[in-house]
C-alpha cells in the first residue's frame, strides 16, 4: 500500500457497508424467524401424520439448519468487516498523525515516503538541526503504518475471501462448517494458553491485525508477554508494560513494610534476636533484590546503543518466586545467529544484571569472530532466566528438580525462537553455565532442543554419559572447565559414579588413567570419553571467570555463536 | 552409571554433603582470593581514566587509526556465580582498526609489544593447545590488560581492547 492510497482511504465507508450488510443480515435473520412461525410451527400443529410428513419434516430440519448456518456465516462477515474498519483505521490515523508530525517539523514527505527539507539555516523554512533524526523517525513511522494497512488487508482478505466461497460453493450452510468458522473468529480474541505450540500462537498472532495485536498487549500484557511464539518486537512493547507494573508493586510492597522493628528484644543477659525484626529483614532483601534487577533491566534497556551495546528486548518478566526475566541482546528474530544462555545457580530476577552483561560480552566476541572472518552475520544473546534455579549450593543445587522442572519451559523456548524468526536461523546454540549446563542437558536428554550446538561451560555434570546423547551432532557439543574451578570438587554420588571415579583412581595411581571423571550429574563435560571438543581455558579461572576481558573461553564461545568452530 | 541424580532422601543427603566439600573447598582455596577481593581498589571512574589513557597512549604508537568512534565502556560483573564479596566490576573499552593489510598489522603487533613492554606491560602466555588471534599484555603493577586481536593474517579485522582488574566501583568494599 502507498501512502496516497491509505491516506485517501474511506475507511468510514467500510462502516456505511458494514451498516449495509446488517441490515440485509438483519432482514435474512427475520426471514428466517419469519419461515419458523409461518411454516414450521405450522405443520408441526397441523397433525400432518405418515410417511410424506416425515420425509418433509426431515427436508425442513435440514433447511432449518442450513437458514441458521448461514445466518452464522454472515454475522461473520459483519465481524470480519468491523475488524477491517478498526484496522484501516488506526493504519491510516498512524499515518496521518505521522504526515502531521512532518509538517510540524517543516518536513516535505514525497509520495513515495521520501523525506526532503530546508538545510539553509537562513531560509525560513530551515527544518533545523535535527532534521535528519525527525525525518528518520518519522519515515519509520509512515513505513510502520503502511505495514500496519498491509496486514490489515491481508488478513481481513483471508477471512472474508474464506467467507465468500463459502458462500459461493454452499459450505457456509454446512452447520459443521459454520460452527468452525465460529470458532475460529471466537479464537482471535482468545490468548492461547501458556505452554501452546509456538508455532499455533504465532499463527493466531499473524491472523490478527496490528490493531488487534495492540489490543491484546495493552489488555494482557502479561500474557502476551510471556507467550513463546510472539514476536520478539511484541513481547519486548508487552513486557515493558509488566516491568513498569512490577516495579510499581515492589515499591508499593517495600514502602508497605515500614520501618524495621528492633533488631533484639530484652536487655542485658536477656537480649535475643527480634522473630518480627527477622521476618521484616528477609521481606525487604527478597524486595530489593528484586528492585535490583528491574533497575539493572531498565539501565540496560535505557542504554544508549553502539557497537557493544547492541540494542535489548525483554523476552519475558516476572516477580513470581525469586523473579524471572529474559532479555534477548539484539532481536532474535532477524539476526542471522542466535544463542540463549542459561545461567545456573542463583539465576533469578535480581541477578539479571551480571548475566546480561555476559549476554553483552559473548554478542561482542560473536561479532569479532564475525568481523575477523568478513562475514557481516550479525549475533542475538538471549539470558534466560526464565526457570526457576536453585538458590544456593546447599541445598539446593543437590536437587536436580530445578532442572526437571525447566525442561517443558526451555522445550517450548527454543521452538518458540524458530516459530518467530524472519527465515531460518542461520546458527542456533544453547549456552550454560554450572548448574544451567544441568537444566540444559536434561531437556536435550529428555526431549532434545532444536540447536545446532551446545556448550556447557564448568558444568556438574548434564545428565547424560556422552556427547551424543544430547541427540545433536556430537562434533557441535562444547565443553570447558578450568582446573581452578571449584566445580570438579562436585564429584558423584551415586554408586556408579562413585565406582568409576574409584576406578578410574586406581587406574591413574598405577599409571594408566585416562581421566575418566564422573560428576554430580554426570560424566564430566571435559573428560576425554564424553565426547565434546574441550575450548581452551585460563588456567586459573575460577567459576565466574570464564566471561573475563582475558578469557580465551569467551573468545570460543564467540566463535561458536557465529557459526566459525570453537 | 546412570546419569540421573540420586531420588532418594539418603541420596540428596550424600549430594549434600559432596556439594558442602565444594563450597567449602571453594571457600578454602579462595581464601587469600577473598581477602584480596576485599581490599579497598581504585573507582570505577578512576578505572575507565585509566583504560582511556592507555588506549590513547597505544593508539598513538600504532601506525593504524580507528574505524569509528569508542563504544561506551562495557562492565563484567566480577565473581558472579562465586561466593563472594559481590560487587566488584571489571571494566573495557577498545578500538576497532578494521581490515588492515597484513604489512602494517605486523609492524602494528610489533609497535604494540616494544610500547607496552618499555611501559612495564609483560605477555600473558595462552594456554597449551589454544591459538587464539590475539596478543595479551598486563600490568603486572595494576593488572590493567590490554588485548591486540585479529593479528592473524586471514583476520579481516584488527581491535584494541583495554580492561580493568576487578575492581570497586566506589573504591570501598561493602562493609
Same mark, same amino acid.
Given at each position: 500500500?502507498?501512502?496516497?492510497?491509505?491516506?485517501?482511504?474511506?475507511?468510514?465507508?467500510?462502516?456505511?457497508?458494514?451498516?449495509?450488510?446488517?441490515?440485509?443480515?438483519?432482514?435474512?435473520?427475520?426471514?428466517?424467524?419469519?419461515?419458523?412461525?409461518?411454516?414450521?410451527?405450522?405443520?408441526?400443529?397441523?397433525?400432518?401424520?405418515?410417511?410424506?410428513?416425515?420425509?418433509?419434516?426431515?427436508?425442513?430440519?435440514?433447511?432449518?439448519?442450513?437458514?441458521?448456518?448461514?445466518?452464522?456465516?454472515?454475522?461473520?462477515?459483519?465481524?470480519?468487516?468491523?475488524?477491517?474498519?478498526?484496522?484501516?483505521?488506526?493504519?491510516?490515523?498512524?499515518?496521518?498523525?505521522?504526515?502531521?508530525?512532518?509538517?510540524?517539523?517543516?518536513?516535505?514527505?514525497?509520495?513515495?515516503?521520501?523525506?526532503?527539507?530546508?538545510?539553509?539555516?537562513?531560509?525560513?523554512?530551515?527544518?533545523?538541526?535535527?532534521?535528519?533524526?525527525?525525518?528518520?523517525?518519522?519515515?519509520?513511522?509512515?513505513?510502520?503504518?503502511?505495514?500496519?494497512?498491509?496486514?490489515?488487508?491481508?488478513?481481513?482478505?483471508?477471512?472474508?475471501?474464506?467467507?465468500?466461497?463459502?458462500?459461493?460453493?454452499?459450505?457456509?450452510?454446512?452447520?459443521?462448517?459454520?460452527?468452525?468458522?465460529?470458532?475460529?473468529?471466537?479464537?482471535?480474541?482468545?490468548?492461547?494458553?501458556?505452554?501452546?505450540?509456538?508455532?499455533?500462537?504465532?499463527?493466531?498472532?499473524?491472523?490478527?491485525?496490528?490493531?488487534?495485536?495492540?489490543?491484546?498487549?495493552?489488555?494482557?500484557?502479561?500474557?502476551?508477554?510471556?507467550?513463546?511464539?510472539?514476536?520478539?518486537?511484541?513481547?519486548?512493547?508487552?513486557?515493558?508494560?509488566?516491568?513498569?507494573?512490577?516495579?510499581?508493586?515492589?515499591?508499593?510492597?517495600?514502602?508497605?513494610?515500614?520501618?524495621?522493628?528492633?533488631?533484639?528484644?530484652?536487655?542485658?543477659?536477656?537480649?535475643?534476636?527480634?522473630?518480627?525484626?527477622?521476618?521484616?529483614?528477609?521481606?525487604?532483601?527478597?524486595?530489593?533484590?528484586?528492585?535490583?534487577?528491574?533497575?539493572?533491566?531498565?539501565?540496560?534497556?535505557?542504554?544508549?546503543?553502539?557497537?557493544?551495546?547492541?540494542?535489548?528486548?525483554?523476552?519475558?518478566?516476572?516477580?513470581?518466586?525469586?523473579?524471572?526475566?529474559?532479555?534477548?541482546?539484539?532481536?532474535?528474530?532477524?539476526?542471522?545467529?542466535?544463542?540463549?544462555?542459561?545461567?545456573?545457580?542463583?539465576?533469578?530476577?535480581?541477578?539479571?544484571?551480571?548475566?546480561?552483561?555476559?549476554?553483552?560480552?559473548?554478542?561482542?566476541?560473536?561479532?569479532?569472530?564475525?568481523?575477523?572472518?568478513?562475514?557481516?552475520?550479525?549475533?542475538?544473546?538471549?539470558?534466560?532466566?526464565?526457570?526457576?534455579?536453585?538458590?544456593?549450593?546447599?541445598?539446593?543445587?543437590?536437587?536436580?528438580?530445578?532442572?526437571?522442572?525447566?525442561?517443558?519451559?526451555?522445550?517450548?523456548?527454543?521452538?518458540?525462537?524458530?516459530?518467530?524468526?524472519?527465515?531460518?536461523?542461520?546458527?542456533?546454540?544453547?549456552?550454560?553455565?554450572?548448574?544451567?549446563?544441568?537444566?540444559?542437558?536434561?531437556?536435550?536428554?529428555?526431549?532434545?532442543?532444536?540447536?545446532?550446538?551446545?556448550?556447557?561451560?564448568?558444568?556438574?555434570?548434564?545428565?547424560?554419559?556422552?556427547?551424543?546423547?544430547?541427540?545433536?551432532?556430537?562434533?557441535?557439543?562444547?565443553?570447558?572447565?578450568?582446573?581452578?574451578?571449584?566445580?570438579?570438587?562436585?564429584?558423584?554420588?551415586?554408586?556408579?559414579?562413585?565406582?568409576?571415579?574409584?576406578?578410574?583412581?586406581?587406574?591413574?595411581?598405577?599409571?594408566?588413567?585416562?581421566?575418566?571423571?564422573?560428576?554430580?550429574?554426570?560424566?564430566?563435560?571435559?573428560?576425554?570419553?564424553?565426547?565434546?571438543?574441550?575450548?581452551?581455558?585460563?588456567?586459573?579461572?575460577?567459576?565466574?571467570?570464564?566471561?573475563?576481558?582475558?578469557?580465551?573461553?569467551?573468545?570460543?564461545?564467540?566463535?561458536?555463536?557465529?557459526?566459525?568452530?570453537? | 552409571?546412570?546419569?540421573?541424580?540420586?531420588?532418594?532422601?539418603?541420596?540428596?543427603?550424600?549430594?549434600?554433603?559432596? =556439594?558442602? $566439600?565444594? /563450597?567449602?573447598? #571453594?571457600?578454602?582455596?579462595?581464601? &587469600?582470593?577473598?581477602? %584480596?577481593?576485599?581490599?579497598?581498589?581504585?573507582?570505577?571512574?578512576?578505572?575507565?581514566?585509566?583504560?582511556?589513557?592507555?588506549?590513547?597512549?597505544?593508539?598513538?604508537? =600504532?601506525? $593504524?587509526? /580507528?574505524?569509528? #568512534?569508542?563504544?561506551?565502556?562495557? &562492565?563484567?560483573?566480577? %565473581?558472579?556465580?562465586?561466593?563472594?564479596?559481590?560487587?566488584?566490576?571489571?571494566?573495557?573499552?577498545?578500538?576497532?582498526?578494521?581490515?588492515?593489510?597484513?604489512?602494517?598489522?605486523?609492524?602494528?603487533?610489533?609497535?604494540?609489544?616494544?610500547?607496552?613492554?618499555?611501559?612495564?606491560?609483560?605477555?600473558?602466555?595462552?594456554?597449551?593447545?589454544?591459538?587464539?588471534?590475539?596478543?595479551?599484555?598486563?600490568?603486572?603493577?595494576?593488572?590493567?590488560?590490554?588485548?591486540?586481536?585479529?593479528?592473524?593474517?586471514?583476520?579481516?579485522?584488527?581491535?584494541?581492547?583495554?580492561?580493568?582488574?576487578?575492581?570497586?566501583?566506589?573504591?570501598?568494599?561493602?562493609?
Amino acid at each position: 500500500m502507498d501512502i496516497k492510497t491509505l491516506q485517501g482511504a474511506d475507511v468510514i465507508g467500510i462502516t456505511t457497508a458494514k451498516n449495509a450488510f446488517d441490515a440485509l443480515a438483519t432482514a435474512f435473520g427475520q426471514h428466517i424467524e419469519n419461515w419458523q412461525h409461518e411454516v414450521v410451527d405450522r405443520l408441526n400443529h397441523s397433525e400432518w401424520t405418515g410417511t410424506a410428513a416425515g420425509h418433509a419434516n426431515t427436508r425442513i430440519q435440514f433447511l432449518q439448519n442450513e437458514l441458521q448456518a448461514a445466518k452464522q456465516e454472515l454475522a461473520l462477515v459483519s465481524r470480519a468487516l468491523q475488524d477491517a474498519y478498526d484496522g484501516f483505521a488506526a493504519a491510516q490515523s498512524h499515518l496521518v498523525n505521522a504526515l502531521d508530525d512532518a509538517k510540524t517539523h517543516k518536513l516535505t514527505v514525497a509520495a513515495d515516503g521520501g523525506i526532503t527539507w530546508e538545510k539553509d539555516p537562513n531560509s525560513p523554512n530551515f527544518a533545523g538541526n535535527d532534521a535528519a533524526t525527525q525525518a528518520q523517525q518519522i519515515q519509520a513511522r509512515i513505513t510502520a503504518a503502511l505495514n500496519e494497512a498491509d496486514h490489515a488487508d491481508q488478513t481481513i482478505n483471508a477471512r472474508l475471501g474464506h467467507l465468500a466461497t463459502n458462500a459461493s460453493n454452499g459450505t457456509g450452510l454446512d452447520s459443521a462448517t459454520a460452527k468452525a468458522d465460529q470458532s475460529a473468529a471466537d479464537a482471535l480474541s482468545q490468548i492461547p494458553a501458556a505452554g501452546t505450540d509456538p508455532n499455533s500462537v504465532k499463527a493466531w498472532w499473524n491472523g490478527l491485525t496490528d490493531d488487534q495485536q495492540q489490543r491484546m498487549i495493552l489488555n494482557h500484557p502479561d500474557q502476551v508477554g510471556n507467550l513463546d511464539g510472539i514476536p520478539a518486537v511484541d513481547r519486548n512493547q508487552a513486557n515493558l508494560i509488566n516491568l513498569a507494573r512490577g516495579k510499581q508493586d515492589i515499591q508499593r510492597q517495600l514502602d508497605g513494610l515500614g520501618p524495621a522493628p528492633a533488631a533484639t528484644l530484652g536487655s542485658g543477659r536477656f537480649i535475643r534476636p527480634n522473630p518480627a525484626y527477622t521476618e521484616w529483614q528477609q521481606k525487604h532483601d527478597d524486595l530489593a533484590d528484586k528492585m535490583g534487577g528491574i533497575n539493572a533491566i531498565e539501565a540496560r534497556l535505557n542504554t544508549k546503543v553502539d557497537a557493544t551495546h547492541p540494542p535489548t528486548f525483554l523476552l519475558g518478566f516476572d516477580t513470581n518466586g525469586h523473579g524471572h526475566a529474559i532479555v534477548a541482546v539484539n532481536n532474535p528474530d532477524t539476526a542471522n545467529n542466535v544463542s540463549t544462555y542459561v545461567p545456573g545457580t542463583g539465576a533469578r530476577l535480581g541477578s539479571i544484571g551480571s548475566d546480561i552483561n555476559r549476554s553483552d560480552v559473548m554478542v561482542a566476541s560473536a561479532d569479532n569472530a564475525n568481523r575477523q572472518a568478513g562475514d557481516k552475520s550479525t549475533t542475538s544473546s538471549i539470558t534466560w532466566v526464565g526457570y526457576d534455579a536453585p538458590q544456593s549450593i546447599i541445598p539446593e543445587a543437590a536437587d536436580d528438580t530445578y532442572a526437571k522442572n525447566a525442561e517443558d519451559k526451555l522445550v517450548s523456548f527454543e521452538n518458540g525462537l524458530h516459530a518467530t524468526h524472519d527465515g531460518k536461523i542461520g546458527n542456533n546454540t544453547i549456552l550454560a553455565h554450572s548448574y544451567g549446563t544441568t537444566t540444559v542437558g536434561y531437556a536435550m536428554r529428555d526431549h532434545g532442543l532444536p540447536v545446532d550446538n551446545a556448550v556447557l561451560i564448568a558444568s556438574p555434570g548434564a545428565g547424560v554419559e556422552t556427547a551424543k546423547d544430547l541427540r545433536i551432532d556430537p562434533s557441535h557439543v562444547y565443553a570447558a572447565q578450568s582446573p581452578a574451578d571449584a566445580i570438579g570438587w562436585a564429584a558423584a554420588t551415586d554408586p556408579g559414579g562413585v565406582g568409576d571415579n574409584i576406578w578410574d583412581n586406581v587406574k591413574t595411581d598405577f599409571g594408566f588413567g585416562d581421566g575418566d571423571h564422573h560428576l554430580m550429574y554426570g560424566r564430566q563435560t571435559t573428560a576425554p570419553q564424553f565426547g565434546a571438543t574441550v575450548l581452551p581455558t585460563n588456567p586459573d579461572a575460577g567459576h565466574s571467570d570464564y566471561w573475563n576481558a582475558d578469557s580465551p573461553t569467551l573468545v570460543s564461545m564467540g566463535k561458536i555463536m557465529a557459526g566459525k568452530g570453537s | 552409571m546412570s546419569a540421573a541424580a540420586p531420588a532418594s532422601a539418603l541420596g540428596r543427603v550424600t549430594v549434600a554433603a559432596v =556439594l558442602a $566439600v565444594t /563450597a567449602l573447598t #571453594l571457600g578454602a582455596c579462595g581464601a &587469600d582470593t577473598l581477602q %584480596d577481593r576485599a581490599k579497598p581498589t581504585i573507582t570505577l571512574d578512576q578505572a575507565r581514566t585509566r583504560i582511556d589513557g592507555y588506549l590513547a597512549a597505544i593508539q598513538s604508537q =600504532l601506525p $593504524v587509526q /580507528a574505524v569509528s #568512534l569508542p563504544p561506551a565502556f562495557s &562492565d563484567l560483573e566480577c %565473581d558472579a556465580n562465586d561466593v563472594g564479596p559481590h560487587g566488584r566490576k571489571q571494566s573495557s573499552r577498545g578500538y576497532d582498526f578494521g581490515d588492515v593489510p597484513s604489512d602494517v598489522k605486523a609492524k602494528t603487533v610489533t609497535d604494540y609489544r616494544s610500547y607496552l613492554s618499555g611501559q612495564g606491560f609483560q605477555a600473558v602466555p595462552d594456554a597449551a593447545g589454544s591459538h587464539p588471534d590475539w596478543v595479551r599484555m598486563k600490568n603486572p603493577q595494576n593488572q590493567f590488560l590490554a588485548i591486540l586481536n585479529g593479528t592473524s593474517d586471514s583476520s579481516h579485522d584488527l581491535t584494541l581492547q583495554v580492561s580493568s582488574p576487578c575492581i570497586w566501583p566506589d573504591g570501598t568494599p561493602p562493609k
